[in-house]
């Protein structure tokens, strides 16, 4: 079976657009327009260009390349469309935006005044033919048709994170489609966008999916806007390059499975124990870059009183690939002993060869030692990255130990893991007048939505909190969402209900933190103890709603019994049919494995 990476694809996706100024292709996309046929005798391609891009697609750009492998593709400026530009002569410019009325008026606006010799268009989605029509109209009223060489389609509407994750960068996006006030036109035009992003990320991959979702609300609604996209797409003769790579056979295609964040809120609001995930939560963590504002309670007079920015890419970071999914205990402790290895190693080094002032070619060991030489930058680099992971989990541990995490992760784990939650202990905690208000909500928001408690359970425990609200406003806001949940399990008895397992899982191994600061210990070793059920959790007890989903529509469910039971919760649309409609005798019943 064929694997892919979605940030390499596309990657290539982006690198094929860069490199299209002047050619017949760019990316995976559709060519929606040609303007002049540019010059053979000027090959840009293997020219130097500008990048034009406005803030959605340098978002996508951003976790993709660098500034050094824009170079090697010959953009030697970039910039957002909407910044003040200087005429640039004799250079040929690509563009990387949304398909927006803003950034066409924008568009021709520039090409008015000439900032660039030729344009090469490309919509991060595809472009609508109302807002097609407003760019020639506009290009024609200004005299600079001829100025836009091509007009493309891409399908890079997304941002890839990691090789199997991604985002279509939606802000609040939750409260939009769930908010009483939007109109129909509103609710219509949040789930377009959802649908397009995930549209585009099909096309990426090249391959046609399997599209399920469970019955009713936005996941069917978002489910079918899917599959009548990809069917259009498919049908498309302009655009039959994107699906090449689905021709091994049917056995190849994936399963898109599209679920409401609703059907499993407990999991996105209790404080985990690892790694990547507490430091997602706890620090500024936005597109793999990590920010680390100056400690305001230091006492540390030389310490470093400037914000840090931090890249975290797993393709390149050997350490954040191996412990980003651990549990903080073990990366901490992994963390320092490479950390003191290598600084072994580089100390070693440099005393054998008398401080790195040279080898003694006469020295019967100089081949061994020449070999050890060799390879000191690549220790060196790793100790930059291992210092680089040492500001982050003092960072991080820093939180822990202030907000005292370790304790409401540990109540959340056995909350959700036996659904036996001690009210006593979430009593205290929320009574606790030190605790944040953000992990007071999050901890309740977590036991209301697995324990479904009584109405004068639910009643008692949010009039504690809401004393600790006050007047301030983004207390409030933070507030709102007891009062939603409240709301939607008075309105659907909504609740994680799994089955019970025993919480005789595997025990935490039994290993000591490093103990690189003083608190570190105390709190490592209370995650650790919340690490208990994590197996339980996300293992082979199948525990968490949303898991036990993507396995009930990719389990083998050849036997009649099995199909039936699966289509009764989830709708199935093949993107080869119009409507997604296909016979239930001739849906794909093997097992997916993607």
């Known amino acids: 079976m064929q694997s892919f990476s979605l940030k390499s694809l596309q990657l290539k996706a982006v690198e094929r657009m860069l490199r299209s100024v002047g050619t017949s ?26 990048l034009v891009y406005d803030p959605a697609c340098r978002d996508v750009i951003s976790p993709l390349i660098t500034v050094g492998r824009l170079r090697e593709n010959g953009v030697t400026l970039h910039m957002l469309i909407n910044s003040k530009r200087d005429i640039i002569p004799d250079v040929p410019a690509v563009y990387f935006v ?60 997304f941002v890839s994170l990691e090789p199997d994750m991604f985002t279509i960068n939606m802000k609040n996006s939750f409260a939009r489609y769930n908010n009483p006030n939007l109109n129909d036109a509103e609710v219509e035009a949040c789930i377009e966008e959802i649908a397009q992003g995930a549209s585009a990320v099909v096309a990426t991959l090249g391959v046609l999916p399997i599209i399920r979702s469970p019955i009713g609300g936005p996941a069917e609604m978002v489910a079918r806007q899917v599959s009548a996209k990809l069917y259009a797409l498919y049908q ?120 790195g002032t040279g080898i003694d070619t006469e020295n019967s060991q ?86 479904n408690p009584s109405s004068q359970d639910v009643d008692q425990l949010v009039g504690v909190v809401e004393q600790f609200v006050g007047e301030l406003e983004e207390n409030k806001r933070l507030f709102k969402t007891i009062t939603y949940i409240k709301r939607m399990l008075s309105l659907t008895g909504f609740g994680m209900n799994p089955p019970s397992v025993s919480s005789d899982s595997t025990d935490p191994t039994n290993v000591a933190t490093a103990t690189l600061w003083s608190f570190a210990d105390r709190a490592a070793q209370s995650l650790m103890q919340a690490q208990k059920h994590v197996k339980g959790l996300v293992g082979g007890e199948k525990l968490l709603r949303a898991t036990r989903m993507i396995d009930a529509v990719c389990k083998d469910a050849t036997s009649p019994n099995v199909a039936a039971e699966v289509d009764a919760e989830f709708l199935y649309f093949d993107p080869k049919m119009p409507d997604g409609q296909i016979p239930a005798s001739s849906r794909i019943r093997t097992q997916f494995n993607r």
């Open 236 to 355: 498309d003769p302009k655009a039959s390059d994107i699906f090449s790579l689905g021709t091994s056979g049917i056995e190849e295609r994936p399963i898109l499975l599209v679920l409401d964040r609703s059907v499993d809120m407990a999991t996105t609001l209790y404080h985990t124990s690892g790694y990547q995930t507490l430091v997602d939560d706890l620090l500024e963590f936005t597109l793999n870059r990590v920010t680390i504002q100056p400690s305001s309670n230091t006492e540390d007079p030389s310490a470093n009183m400037k914000t840090k920015v931090f890249s975290l890419d797993s393709e390149t970071d050997q350490f954040w690939k191996t412990f980003a999914g651990k549990m903080i205990p073990e990366a901490v402790e992994a963390h320092s002993t490479q950390l003191q290895q290598v600084s072994n190693q580089v100390a070693r080094i440099k005393s054998e060869t008398g401080g």
């Open 366 to 451: 100089t081949s061994s030692l020449l070999s050890t030489v060799q390879s000191l930058p690549a220790l060196l680099e790793k100790k930059k990255t291992l210092e680089t992971h040492l500001e982050i989990i003092k960072a991080t541990m820093n939180i822990i130990s202030q907000r005292e995490v370790y304790k409401f992760a540990e109540l959340e784990e056995s909350i959700i893991n036996s659904q036996h939650g001690d009210k006593a202990k979430v009593l205290e905690l929320l009574q606790n007048p030190d605790m944040l208000l953000e992990d007071k909500i999050r901890a309740l928001a977590v036991y209301l939505l697995v324990m």
């Open 25 to 50: 292709a760019a990316s995976n996309g559709t060519k929606v327009e040609d303007g002049k046929n540019p010059s053979t005798s000027s090959p840009w391609s293997q020219q130097w260009k500008v």
């Open 98 to 157: 949304l398909p927006t009325k803003e950034n066409i008026d924008l568009i021709v606006e520039d090409c008015k005044r000439q900032l660039y010799d030729e344009i090469y268009l490309n919509f991060g989605l595809p472009l609508s033919d109302d807002l097609l029509k407003h760019l020639s109209k506009r290009l024609v009223e200004v005299n600079s048709v001829n100025v836009v060489c091509k007009v493309w389609d891409q399908f890079l509407g």
